[in-house]
């Protein structure tokens, strides 16, 4: 039952994905793309919007240096959520599903766990770190 729970729930996480992270195939044909008017101006938008927020943290911050490092920081948060849940899942099929069999399978499954739940505490909580450090830190 284990395992049609496990297998269950990876073949939704990756049909999630899938449908997440969907990839657009861009063909040009003979100097016309198919991308239409809308679509560009929305993916220059989205460049602009990205740019900017890195002005926005450089003048929140006060500093080229604290923004961008404030930016980097925001970016690590931001992925690091998707790619330490797939670690979890990876280490709870290395424990409970290939554990069962193999017991240094368990013990690696458990190390995952630990170690992917710790990297994404310390990847939530460095931003916050950073701007109270920064905001009553500095003279």
Do not use: W
């Not at 220059?44 to 920081?73: C, H, P, Q, T, W």
């Not at 554990?99 to 240094?104: C, E, I, P, S, T």
């Amino acid at each position: 039952m284990k395992k049609l729970v496990a297998v269950v729930m990876i073949l939704i996480l990756i049909v999630g994905m899938f449908s997440i992270f969907s990839f657009n195939k861009v063909y040009a044909a003979e100097g016309n793309s198919v991308l239409d008017e809308t679509t560009e101006s929305k993916l220059v938008e989205l460049k602009s919007n990205m740019s900017n927020s890195l002005e926005d943290y450089k003048e929140k911050y006060g500093s080229d240096i604290y923004g961008f490092v404030a930016y980097i920081l925001n970016i690590v948060r931001v992925y690091s959520i998707p790619l330490c849940f797939l670690g979890i899942v990876i280490g709870a099929i290395h424990q409970y599903i290939i554990g069962v069999r193999k017991l240094d399978t368990l013990e690696k499954g458990m190390g995952l766990i630990v170690t992917f739940v710790t990297i994404l505490i310390i990847c939530q909580v460095l931003p916050l770190a950073f701007a109270v450090f920064v905001k009553f830190g500095r003279g």
